[in-house]
């Protein structure tokens, strides 16, 4: 279930969810944020890199960025997923390539994301990296949606 938004005050500029992981899935997210054409298009181009995580192995992929608070035009979606029982030899390369600023993933699929437990540069695993609101330094919650395993995506 996705929590209500809360506010953390001047600086965060838009009310984020509260401190936590909060388990959901595919269809509340999209009911809850898909809510204009824009968020839409970022919503489908979001399920098209699960459905390709998902035919890889992966079991859940955490959901973050502006896409999942009150900012009313959101840019992309951010996120990490898990890496644990991937099979890299049915994994889009597109996932792997953080060059240019992630500009592959953003093109094919409007959004980026990033391997869990991998270090965001000296710091922690990006799991926690997306747990902290990033104006004012301040713990956030961050969305995890469970994968079936899929048949027939392709990357």
């Given amino acids: 279930m996705i929590p209500d938004l809360i506010e953390l005050g001047s600086p965060c500029p838009w009310a984020v969810l509260p401190p936590g992981i909060h388990d959901t899935t595919l269809a509340e997210v999209e009911a809850r944020f898909a809510t204009t054409p824009h968020r839409k298009w970022l919503f489908d181009g979001f399920v098209r890199m699960v459905q390709v995580l998902a035919a890889a192995g992966c079991r859940y992929v955490y959901l973050d960025g502006s896409f999942v608070t009150a900012k009313p035009h959101p840019g992309d979606y951010d996120g990490c997923w898990e890496h644990v029982g991937v099979d890299p030899a049915k994994l889009d390369p597109v996932l792997l390539d953080f060059d240019n600023k992630r500009a592959a993933q953003k093109a094919k699929y409007l959004g980026e994301m990033f391997i869990a437990g991998m270090p965001n540069g000296p710091g922690a695993p990006f799991l926690d990296f997306f747990q ?20 027939g995506a392709t990357p």
């Avoid at 902290?132 to 048949?151: D, F, T």
């Fill in 132 to 151: 902290v609101e990033k104006s004012s330094g301040q713990a956030k919650g961050i969305l995890r949606i469970p994968l079936a395993p899929l048949k």
